[in-house]
Protein backbone atom coordinates (compact mmCIF):
# COMPACT_ATOMS: atom_id res chain seq x y z
CA UNK A 1 0.00 0.00 0.00
CA UNK A 2 1.12 3.28 -0.60
CA UNK A 3 2.41 5.92 1.92
CA UNK A 4 2.35 2.53 4.53
CA UNK A 5 4.36 1.62 7.28
CA UNK A 6 5.15 -1.73 8.87
CA UNK A 7 1.78 -3.47 9.51
CA UNK A 8 -0.46 -1.72 11.52
CA UNK A 9 -3.59 -2.66 13.50
CA UNK A 10 -6.39 0.53 13.22
CA UNK A 11 -8.32 0.68 16.74
CA UNK A 12 -8.30 -1.97 18.66
CA UNK A 13 -11.49 -3.50 20.24
CA UNK A 14 -12.04 -3.54 23.61
CA UNK A 15 -10.18 -6.34 24.75
CA UNK A 16 -8.67 -7.79 21.41
CA UNK A 17 -5.31 -8.59 21.79
CA UNK A 18 -3.42 -11.75 20.51
CA UNK A 19 -1.59 -9.89 18.28
CA UNK A 20 1.93 -12.38 18.48
CA UNK A 21 4.59 -13.07 16.21
CA UNK A 22 5.70 -9.74 14.32
CA UNK A 23 4.19 -7.38 17.45
CA UNK A 24 7.30 -7.35 19.97
CA UNK A 25 6.60 -4.37 22.25
CA UNK A 26 3.20 -3.45 20.99
CA UNK A 27 5.12 -1.07 18.65
CA UNK A 28 3.60 -0.66 15.37
CA UNK A 29 2.41 2.10 14.06
CA UNK A 30 -1.44 2.81 13.40
CA UNK A 31 -1.54 4.88 10.20
CA UNK A 32 -4.88 5.66 7.90
CA UNK A 33 -6.77 2.11 6.66
CA UNK A 34 -5.83 1.04 3.47
CA UNK A 35 -7.16 3.49 0.50
CA UNK A 36 -10.19 2.02 -0.81
CA UNK A 37 -11.61 1.32 2.91
CA UNK A 38 -10.86 4.66 3.44
CA UNK A 39 -12.72 6.30 0.28
CA UNK A 40 -15.76 4.23 1.57
CA UNK A 41 -15.40 5.60 5.25
CA UNK A 42 -15.24 9.02 3.40
CA UNK A 43 -17.89 9.13 1.60
CA UNK A 44 -20.46 8.78 5.05
CA UNK A 45 -22.36 6.94 6.81
CA UNK A 46 -26.21 5.62 5.90
CA UNK A 47 -28.84 7.60 7.24
CA UNK A 48 -30.19 6.82 10.41
CA UNK A 49 -33.59 5.68 9.54
CA UNK A 50 -35.94 6.28 5.97
CA UNK A 51 -39.49 6.77 5.04
CA UNK A 52 -40.32 4.14 2.30
CA UNK A 53 -43.08 5.58 0.13
CA UNK A 54 -44.91 2.33 -1.33
CA UNK A 55 -46.34 3.20 -4.85
CA UNK A 56 -48.25 0.68 -7.67
CA UNK A 57 -47.64 0.74 -10.86
CA UNK A 58 -50.35 -0.87 -13.01
CA UNK A 59 -48.73 -2.47 -16.42
CA UNK A 60 -51.65 -2.50 -19.87
CA UNK A 61 -52.24 -5.40 -21.43
CA UNK A 62 -51.21 -4.10 -24.37
CA UNK A 63 -47.50 -2.99 -23.34
CA UNK A 64 -44.95 -3.04 -25.48
CA UNK A 65 -42.48 -2.75 -22.84
CA UNK A 66 -39.49 -6.32 -23.29
CA UNK A 67 -39.51 -6.38 -19.51
CA UNK A 68 -43.08 -7.77 -18.99
CA UNK A 69 -42.98 -9.29 -22.48
CA UNK A 70 -46.25 -11.02 -23.21
CA UNK A 71 -47.56 -11.93 -19.94
CA UNK A 72 -50.92 -11.68 -19.37
CA UNK A 73 -51.29 -11.88 -15.43
CA UNK A 74 -51.89 -8.81 -13.51
CA UNK A 75 -51.84 -8.75 -9.45
CA UNK A 76 -54.70 -7.01 -7.75
CA UNK A 77 -52.31 -5.13 -6.22
CA UNK A 78 -52.56 -2.40 -2.97
CA UNK A 79 -50.09 -0.17 -1.54
CA UNK A 80 -51.93 -0.40 1.71
CA UNK A 81 -52.13 -3.64 1.57
CA UNK A 82 -48.35 -3.94 0.45
CA UNK A 83 -46.97 -1.94 3.72
CA UNK A 84 -49.32 -4.20 5.96
CA UNK A 85 -47.15 -7.36 4.38
CA UNK A 86 -43.77 -5.95 4.43
CA UNK A 87 -43.56 -3.20 6.37
CA UNK A 88 -42.57 -4.45 10.12
CA UNK A 89 -40.72 -7.63 8.15
CA UNK A 90 -38.63 -5.38 5.76
CA UNK A 91 -38.01 -2.98 9.10
CA UNK A 92 -37.05 -5.72 11.19
CA UNK A 93 -34.55 -7.47 9.11
CA UNK A 94 -32.73 -4.21 8.33
CA UNK A 95 -32.74 -3.57 12.22
CA UNK A 96 -31.05 -6.49 12.64
CA UNK A 97 -28.42 -6.22 10.25
CA UNK A 98 -27.66 -2.68 10.92
CA UNK A 99 -27.31 -3.85 14.83
CA UNK A 100 -30.60 -1.31 15.67
CA UNK A 101 -28.13 1.06 13.65
CA UNK A 102 -30.82 2.05 10.79
CA UNK A 103 -34.79 2.28 11.50
CA UNK A 104 -37.08 1.54 8.24
CA UNK A 105 -40.65 2.61 8.70
CA UNK A 106 -43.55 2.83 5.71
CA UNK A 107 -46.02 4.58 3.86
CA UNK A 108 -48.48 3.98 1.69
CA UNK A 109 -48.44 6.38 -1.52
CA UNK A 110 -50.44 6.03 -4.57
CA UNK A 111 -51.31 3.93 -7.43
CA UNK A 112 -49.58 5.00 -11.32
CA UNK A 113 -51.22 4.36 -14.55
CA UNK A 114 -48.54 3.69 -17.22
CA UNK A 115 -48.69 3.32 -21.16
CA UNK A 116 -47.78 1.38 -23.34
CA UNK A 117 -44.40 1.77 -23.88
CA UNK A 118 -43.61 2.56 -20.21
CA UNK A 119 -41.50 0.12 -18.11
CA UNK A 120 -39.64 0.11 -14.47
CA UNK A 121 -37.82 3.30 -14.98
CA UNK A 122 -40.51 5.17 -15.93
CA UNK A 123 -43.16 3.31 -12.71
CA UNK A 124 -40.04 4.72 -11.00
CA UNK A 125 -39.85 8.20 -11.98
CA UNK A 126 -43.36 8.92 -12.00
CA UNK A 127 -43.81 7.19 -8.41
CA UNK A 128 -40.78 9.52 -6.97
CA UNK A 129 -42.37 12.77 -8.84
CA UNK A 130 -45.36 12.22 -6.87
CA UNK A 131 -44.27 11.12 -3.37
CA UNK A 132 -44.75 13.15 -0.33
CA UNK A 133 -41.93 15.35 0.84
CA UNK A 134 -41.13 13.12 4.12
CA UNK A 135 -40.72 9.91 1.96
CA UNK A 136 -37.09 9.65 1.74
CA UNK A 137 -37.27 6.52 -0.38
CA UNK A 138 -39.59 4.90 -2.98
CA UNK A 139 -40.81 1.58 -3.85
CA UNK A 140 -42.68 0.85 -7.09
CA UNK A 141 -44.48 -2.13 -7.29
CA UNK A 142 -45.74 -3.50 -10.83
CA UNK A 143 -48.65 -5.36 -11.15
CA UNK A 144 -47.37 -7.49 -14.16
CA UNK A 145 -44.61 -9.87 -14.03
CA UNK A 146 -41.30 -9.20 -15.38
CA UNK A 147 -40.38 -12.31 -18.11
CA UNK A 148 -38.02 -15.08 -17.98
CA UNK A 149 -34.36 -13.12 -18.77
CA UNK A 150 -35.52 -9.51 -17.63
CA UNK A 151 -34.02 -8.09 -14.02
CA UNK A 152 -36.28 -8.27 -11.30
CA UNK A 153 -36.07 -5.06 -9.58
CA UNK A 154 -33.70 -2.40 -9.62
CA UNK A 155 -32.75 -0.09 -6.97
CA UNK A 156 -30.27 3.27 -6.78
CA UNK A 157 -28.93 5.76 -4.29
CA UNK A 158 -29.82 8.77 -6.33
CA UNK A 159 -27.66 11.64 -6.67
CA UNK A 160 -27.84 12.41 -2.99
CA UNK A 161 -26.04 10.07 -1.26
CA UNK A 162 -26.18 9.80 2.52
CA UNK A 163 -28.65 12.54 2.35
CA UNK A 164 -30.14 11.96 6.25
CA UNK A 165 -33.92 13.17 5.82
CA UNK A 166 -33.36 14.65 2.31
CA UNK A 167 -37.05 13.61 0.21
CA UNK A 168 -36.88 10.87 -2.76
CA UNK A 169 -38.48 13.42 -5.16
CA UNK A 170 -35.32 15.43 -4.92
CA UNK A 171 -32.27 12.35 -4.00
CA UNK A 172 -34.25 9.70 -6.52
CA UNK A 173 -33.44 7.50 -4.70
CA UNK A 174 -36.02 4.40 -4.94
CA UNK A 175 -36.37 1.03 -6.07
CA UNK A 176 -38.90 -0.91 -8.50
CA UNK A 177 -39.82 -4.63 -8.58
CA UNK A 178 -42.33 -6.47 -10.30
CA UNK A 179 -45.29 -8.71 -9.20
CA UNK A 180 -43.89 -12.10 -9.24
CA UNK A 181 -42.81 -11.95 -5.27
CA UNK A 182 -46.67 -11.46 -4.58
CA UNK A 183 -48.14 -14.02 -6.29
CA UNK A 184 -50.97 -16.25 -3.74
CA UNK A 185 -49.26 -19.05 -4.18
CA UNK A 186 -46.21 -17.76 -1.76
CA UNK A 187 -49.13 -16.87 0.70
CA UNK A 188 -49.76 -14.03 3.05
CA UNK A 189 -45.88 -13.37 3.35
CA UNK A 190 -44.87 -12.06 0.33
CA UNK A 191 -41.10 -12.67 -0.88
CA UNK A 192 -38.97 -10.15 0.80
CA UNK A 193 -35.48 -10.69 -0.13
CA UNK A 194 -35.54 -8.81 -3.60
CA UNK A 195 -37.20 -6.00 -1.83
CA UNK A 196 -34.26 -6.44 1.21
CA UNK A 197 -31.85 -6.42 -2.06
CA UNK A 198 -33.18 -3.13 -3.63
CA UNK A 199 -33.11 -1.43 -0.52
CA UNK A 200 -29.91 -2.18 -0.13
CA UNK A 201 -28.87 -0.84 -3.51
CA UNK A 202 -30.88 2.36 -2.02
CA UNK A 203 -28.07 2.36 0.79
CA UNK A 204 -25.48 2.31 -2.08
CA UNK A 205 -24.62 -1.41 -1.77
CA UNK A 206 -22.64 -2.91 -4.47
CA UNK A 207 -23.51 -6.75 -5.76
CA UNK A 208 -20.79 -9.21 -4.50
CA UNK A 209 -19.97 -11.90 -6.67
CA UNK A 210 -17.58 -13.89 -8.96
CA UNK A 211 -18.73 -11.08 -12.01
CA UNK A 212 -19.47 -7.02 -12.38
CA UNK A 213 -21.24 -7.65 -15.12
CA UNK A 214 -25.69 -7.96 -14.62
CA UNK A 215 -25.36 -11.77 -15.57
CA UNK A 216 -22.30 -12.70 -13.25
CA UNK A 217 -23.24 -10.32 -10.26
CA UNK A 218 -26.06 -13.10 -7.99
CA UNK A 219 -23.38 -16.22 -7.73
CA UNK A 220 -22.51 -15.25 -4.00
CA UNK A 221 -24.89 -17.29 -1.23
CA UNK A 222 -23.65 -14.98 1.37
CA UNK A 223 -24.48 -11.60 0.58
CA UNK A 224 -27.96 -10.38 0.29
CA UNK A 225 -26.78 -8.34 -2.23
CA UNK A 226 -25.82 -11.02 -4.28
CA UNK A 227 -28.35 -14.25 -4.05
CA UNK A 228 -31.08 -12.68 -1.85
CA UNK A 229 -33.06 -15.89 -2.56
CA UNK A 230 -30.40 -18.28 -1.35
CA UNK A 231 -31.84 -18.64 2.34
CA UNK A 232 -35.22 -20.50 0.34
CA UNK A 233 -32.88 -22.89 -1.32
CA UNK A 234 -32.65 -24.56 2.02
CA UNK A 235 -35.99 -23.50 4.01
CA UNK A 236 -38.59 -22.98 1.56
CA UNK A 237 -40.63 -20.91 3.99
CA UNK A 238 -37.66 -18.48 4.32
CA UNK A 239 -38.80 -14.74 3.10
CA UNK A 240 -35.66 -12.86 4.32
CA UNK A 241 -32.36 -12.47 2.39
CA UNK A 242 -28.90 -13.84 3.89
CA UNK A 243 -27.26 -11.08 5.84
CA UNK A 244 -24.54 -8.83 4.02
CA UNK A 245 -20.64 -8.71 4.06
CA UNK A 246 -19.11 -6.98 6.84
CA UNK A 247 -17.16 -4.14 4.78
CA UNK A 248 -20.50 -3.23 3.83
CA UNK A 249 -21.57 -2.77 7.43
CA UNK A 250 -18.59 -0.73 7.81
CA UNK A 251 -19.45 1.45 4.65
CA UNK A 252 -22.62 1.97 6.29
CA UNK A 253 -21.81 3.28 9.36
CA UNK A 254 -22.99 -0.14 11.03
CA UNK A 255 -19.75 -1.61 12.03
CA UNK A 256 -17.70 0.46 14.11
CA UNK A 257 -13.39 1.01 12.87
CA UNK A 258 -12.79 0.12 16.32
CA UNK A 259 -13.88 -3.46 15.16
CA UNK A 260 -11.53 -3.66 12.17
CA UNK A 261 -7.91 -4.55 12.29
CA UNK A 262 -6.16 -3.47 8.93
CA UNK A 263 -2.36 -4.95 8.28
CA UNK A 264 -0.11 -3.75 5.10
CA UNK A 265 2.11 -6.66 3.54
CA UNK A 266 5.29 -4.16 4.46
CA UNK A 267 6.26 -5.95 7.81
CA UNK A 268 6.92 -9.51 6.71
CA UNK A 269 5.96 -10.69 9.94
CA UNK A 270 3.28 -13.30 10.66
CA UNK A 271 -0.33 -11.88 13.18
CA UNK A 272 -2.38 -14.26 14.54
CA UNK A 273 -6.17 -12.25 15.29
CA UNK A 274 -8.94 -13.46 17.22
CA UNK A 275 -11.93 -13.15 15.01
CA UNK A 276 -15.10 -13.40 16.16
CA UNK A 277 -18.68 -13.20 13.89
CA UNK A 278 -19.88 -10.00 12.65
CA UNK A 279 -23.02 -10.41 14.57
CA UNK A 280 -22.04 -11.82 17.53
CA UNK A 281 -23.00 -9.81 20.92
CA UNK A 282 -21.14 -7.45 22.39
CA UNK A 283 -19.21 -9.41 25.26
CA UNK A 284 -17.78 -12.01 22.59
CA UNK A 285 -14.13 -10.64 22.23
CA UNK A 286 -12.30 -10.78 19.13
CA UNK A 287 -12.54 -8.26 16.08
CA UNK A 288 -14.96 -8.28 13.40
CA UNK A 289 -13.55 -7.75 10.30
CA UNK A 290 -10.14 -7.71 8.72
CA UNK A 291 -8.78 -5.80 6.01
CA UNK A 292 -5.71 -6.74 4.55
CA UNK A 293 -3.94 -4.20 1.93
CA UNK A 294 -2.47 -5.02 -1.85
CA UNK A 295 -3.03 -1.99 -3.64
CA UNK A 296 -4.47 1.66 -3.99
CA UNK A 297 -7.31 -0.11 -5.10
CA UNK A 298 -7.75 -3.35 -3.62
CA UNK A 299 -8.01 -4.90 -0.38
CA UNK A 300 -8.91 -8.72 0.98
CA UNK A 301 -11.73 -8.55 3.75
CA UNK A 302 -11.81 -11.58 5.93
CA UNK A 303 -14.60 -12.11 7.96
CA UNK A 304 -16.24 -15.48 10.44
CA UNK A 305 -19.55 -16.21 9.25
CA UNK A 306 -21.92 -18.87 11.41
CA UNK A 307 -25.13 -20.73 10.45
CA UNK A 308 -26.93 -18.34 12.61
CA UNK A 309 -29.65 -15.71 12.41
CA UNK A 310 -30.02 -14.27 8.83
CA UNK A 311 -27.12 -16.85 7.87
CA UNK A 312 -28.94 -20.25 8.89
CA UNK A 313 -28.58 -21.37 5.69
CA UNK A 314 -24.69 -22.12 5.56
CA UNK A 315 -23.50 -25.51 6.23
CA UNK A 316 -21.30 -24.93 8.84
CA UNK A 317 -19.20 -21.83 10.19
CA UNK A 318 -15.94 -20.46 8.95
CA UNK A 319 -14.06 -17.94 7.26
CA UNK A 320 -15.11 -15.69 4.30
CA UNK A 321 -12.64 -13.80 2.22
CA UNK A 322 -13.35 -11.51 -0.32
CA UNK A 323 -11.08 -9.43 -2.93
CA UNK A 324 -12.88 -6.02 -2.74
CA UNK A 325 -11.88 -3.28 -5.70
CA UNK A 326 -13.12 -0.01 -6.05
CA UNK A 327 -10.70 0.97 -9.24
CA UNK A 328 -13.81 0.61 -11.77
CA UNK A 329 -15.86 3.87 -10.10
CA UNK A 330 -18.46 4.02 -12.83
CA UNK A 331 -21.74 2.84 -12.80
CA UNK A 332 -20.02 -0.23 -10.07
CA UNK A 333 -18.74 1.13 -7.17
CA UNK A 334 -16.88 -1.73 -6.32
CA UNK A 335 -16.43 -4.93 -7.28
CA UNK A 336 -16.77 -7.60 -3.87
CA UNK A 337 -15.25 -11.40 -5.17
CA UNK A 338 -15.45 -14.07 -2.98
CA UNK A 339 -11.75 -15.41 -3.11
CA UNK A 340 -11.76 -18.40 -0.33
CA UNK A 341 -13.57 -21.18 -2.91
CA UNK A 342 -13.33 -21.77 -6.13
CA UNK A 343 -17.04 -21.86 -7.24
CA UNK A 344 -20.24 -20.63 -6.34
CA UNK A 345 -22.03 -20.56 -3.87
CA UNK A 346 -19.17 -20.11 -1.89
CA UNK A 347 -20.35 -21.23 1.26
CA UNK A 348 -17.64 -23.37 1.05
CA UNK A 349 -16.21 -21.68 3.92
CA UNK A 350 -12.86 -21.95 5.57
CA UNK A 351 -12.27 -24.05 8.50
CA UNK A 352 -10.09 -25.53 10.84
CA UNK A 353 -6.10 -26.60 9.18
CA UNK A 354 -7.78 -24.34 6.14
CA UNK A 355 -5.13 -21.98 4.23
CA UNK A 356 -5.52 -19.50 1.60
CA UNK A 357 -2.36 -17.33 -0.45
CA UNK A 358 -3.94 -14.95 -2.49
CA UNK A 359 -3.22 -11.66 -3.23
CA UNK A 360 -0.31 -10.90 -1.53
CA UNK A 361 -0.72 -13.13 1.97
CA UNK A 362 -1.78 -16.06 3.52
CA UNK A 363 -4.43 -17.17 5.75
CA UNK A 364 -4.23 -19.96 7.47
CA UNK A 365 -7.23 -21.02 10.12
CA UNK A 366 -5.78 -22.09 13.20
CA UNK A 367 -9.25 -22.81 14.95
CA UNK A 368 -13.07 -22.02 14.75
CA UNK A 369 -15.67 -21.82 18.38
CA UNK A 370 -16.78 -19.26 19.70
CA UNK A 371 -14.45 -16.97 18.16
CA UNK A 372 -12.08 -18.20 15.00
CA UNK A 373 -8.69 -17.40 15.57
CA UNK A 374 -6.46 -16.95 11.99
CA UNK A 375 -2.49 -16.74 11.70
CA UNK A 376 -1.81 -14.02 9.14
CA UNK A 377 1.27 -13.26 7.38
CA UNK A 378 2.49 -11.66 3.71
CA UNK A 379 4.09 -13.24 1.13
CA UNK A 380 4.85 -13.03 -2.16
CA UNK A 381 2.76 -12.31 -4.69
Known amino acids: MKGSVGFLWIAFAVGFANVLAGCAGDGAAATALPPPVQRMIDDG?????????????????????????DLPLRQPLDPAVIVEQIGSRVADYWRTVSGGRYELSFAVGGVVDLTDDEDDADCLAHALD????????????ADAEHADGQVGGRGSQ????????????????GASIGASDFHPDWGPIPLLDLIEHELGHTLGLPHSGDGTSADEAYT???????????????????????????INLLDLGWLDVDDVVALDRADGDEVEVELAPVTADDDVEGARLVVLAVDEHRVLTVEYRTPTGFDDHLPESGIAVHLVDDADGTAIERSQTPVHAARPPFTDLLGPGGSLTTNGWTIDVVEVGATARLAIVPTDR
Do not use: F, I, K
Open 45 to 69: AAPPDDLVEVWVCRVPVTTTAPLYG
Open 130 to 141: RSGPTATVVLAV
Open 158 to 173: GNAPNCDGCAAAATRR
Open 220 to 246: SDLDVMSNSAAPRTVDPARRDGPSTLA
